[in-house]
């Protein structure tokens, strides 16, 4: 079964740290460079982070510095660090595959709220 189920979203204040969590079915996680994205009110989703299998890594430019991605094999989650939060990076997080046009099914996403 294709599942993906993200977790770890909330209240933060500016500056502060949140780390999400994205379990993915085994499927999905042993064959594909997953993603981290995220989709603010009234604007396009946007992909934040993506780690290969091989564990290589890309940010978008204003989260480099600030945010990790990580996978973990033996329990197939892929996890997104977060530190430094600010108010720009309020937005509803999903994890997916990576890929500009074709995706699994989405999950509900995580809330990610940030306060100034």
């Known amino acids: 079964q294709v599942q993906l189920v993200e977790s770890g979203g909330g209240l933060v204040q500016a500056g502060g740290s949140l780390r999400l969590s994205c379990v993915a079915s085994?499927?999905?996680?042993?064959?594909?460079?997953m993603a981290w994205y995220r989709q603010a009110p009234g604007k396009q989703r946007e992909l934040v982070a993506s780690?290969?299998?091989?564990?290589?890594?890309d940010y978008l430019d204003s989260v480099k510095g600030r945010f990790t991605i990580s996978r973990d094999s033996a329990k197939t989650t892929v996890y997104l660090h977060m530190n430094n939060l600010k108010p720009e990076d309020t937005a509803v997080y999903y994890c997916?595959?990576?890929?500009?046009?074709?995706?699994?099914?989405w999950g509900r996403g995580t809330q990610v709220t940030v306060s100034s």
């Open positions: 780690i290969t299998t091989g564990g290589s890594t």
């Open positions: 085994k499927m999905i996680f042993i064959s594909n460079t």
């Open positions: 997916n595959r990576a890929s500009s046009s074709v995706y699994f099914n």
